[in-house]
């Protein structure tokens, strides 16, 4: 039959401590996703503020062709933010049942700590070293603001993801 610690070890063996390790990857992926979507739809296609070559000059999204060619290139921006979010979700889905104990506030954390990452990428890479686009053209402070808010969004996401994963461990 066992020792008693054999037998609680066996009961409890199934539930392992929280860790972010098991969510980095899907938190990160749909934080990618969403910080997409947000910049895609809203800065894009609601507020018109830019679009993917806007400021490449060849591509002005004051003619109809440049406006064709920036509607296919924000298109497939669409296509790729789509696929981080459902690599992210299916990812997720393949962890929800393996044992692994974790937290809602763990998972917003690494989510927002995504989405902060991809305004620091996106923001570095495409508006200052690439300089295909800027948040707003007659606004350059805007492009630090979205640096800025970046940064917020992966100091804070990181810290409620730990918060989060202490509190799983406590519990």
Do not use: C
């Amino acid at each position: 039959m066992g020792s008693p610690l054999q037998a609680a070890t066996a009961t409890t063996a199934h539930v392992r401590p929280a860790s972010a390790s098991g969510l980095i990857l899907p938190g990160l992926l749909l934080g990618v996703g969403l910080g997409g979507f947000v910049d895609g739809i809203l800065l894009h296609q609601v507020l018109q503020w830019h679009h993917m070559l806007t400021s490449e000059g060849s591509y002005p999204a004051t003619t109809v062709a440049g406006l064709e060619v920036n509607t296919l290139w924000d298109g497939l921006f669409h296509a790729a933010t789509f696929i981080a979010t459902a690599s992210g979700l299916l990812i997720l889905a393949s962890r929800v049942g393996s044992g692994l104990a974790w937290s809602t506030r763990m998972l917003v954390g690494l989510l927002l700590a995504g989405w902060g990452s991809f305004n620091l990428v996106e923001g570095v890479v495409d508006h200052h070293i690439l300089g295909i686009h800027h948040v707003k053209a007659d606004t350059p402070v805007l492009d630090l603001a979205f640096l800025g808010f970046g940064a917020i969004l992966l100091l804070g996401g990181l810290a409620l993801a730990r918060r989060g994963e202490r509190e799983a461990n406590a519990s």
